[in-house]
């Protein structure tokens, strides 16, 4: 089944606890990202990867690290998570970015930072 | 800053009835378009999407695009509770996809 998998789906942490959210698809998608989504302000990209090695910053980039060693692997991590950063997170994969493309996204992984 | 607006509602629509939703963008050299549909705490799914002016109907679903209004929209007809959830507006951009914070709908029996 072609699917987007990200782990863990609820995370409850510390501040300042290093924490790594994995995500993972079975589709040779070129294209991956993650987007942390809040109350009243929609979705918002985190990063993006258009290939292996290849990352660029989103809108709302500052606290995350990601890194894409693989096609299918996408890990966010937060180096000092901040009670800012909780947040539903979504990993989304796509097969290329182009004008009719679809993104596919993960479950959602529930973060929640004390 | 690109943006993307719409009302947040909740939009409270009769069973049976047209649904619309909105939304506007403000990005004018934006090219793809798309509608997703959020059932609470799910992950987003892929509606419709639309690439030209004018109306793209599938099944219940019409999207509409209006380029030189910077608009779109999502028409429901025969609104069933299924419906339920929040609609959310993207719109595809220089290599991102750019979100709206979504509409609530809430189709009443």
């Known amino acids: 089944e072609a699917q987007v998998t990200q782990n863990p789906r609820y995370l409850i942490t510390v501040t300042g606890k290093k924490l790594t959210v994995t995500c993972s698809q079975n589709?040779?998608?070129?294209?991956m990202s993650w987007y942390r989504q809040d109350p009243g302000l929609g979705l918002r990209q985190i990063y993006y990867s258009m290939n292996v090695e290849v990352t660029d910053k989103g809108d709302v980039p500052e606290g995350y690290k990601v890194s894409r060693k693989e096609k299918r692997n996408f890990p966010l991590i937060l180096e000092s998570p901040s009670p800012n950063q909780t947040s539903l997170y979504f990993c989304?994969?796509?097969?290329?970015?182009?004008?009719?493309?679809?993104?596919?996204f993960g479950q959602g992984t529930r973060l929640t930072v004390v | 800053q690109k943006e993307v607006e719409q009302n947040s509602g909740p939009l409270s629509v009769p069973e049976g009835a047209i649904a619309s939703l909105n939304c506007t963008y403000s990005?004018?050299?934006?090219?793809?378009f798309f509608w997703y549909r959020q059932y609470s705490g799910k992950s987003p799914e892929l509606i419709m999407s639309?690439?030209s002016n004018g109306d793209k109907e599938d099944g219940r679903f019409t999207a509409q695009l209006n380029k030189a209004s910077q608009y779109v929209s999502l028409l429901i007809r025969d609104s069933q509770p299924s419906d339920s959830a929040t609609y959310l507006c993207?719109?595809?951009?220089?290599?991102?996809?750019?979100w709206g914070a979504g509409t609530k709908l809430i189709i009443k029996p």
């Open positions: 639309i690439y």
């Open positions: 989304a994969s796509s097969p290329v970015q182009g004008l009719n493309t679809e993104a596919f």
């Open positions: 993207a719109v595809f951009s220089n290599y991102q996809l750019i």
């Open positions: 990005d004018r050299v934006s090219q793809s």
């Open positions: 589709m040779n998608h070129e294209y």
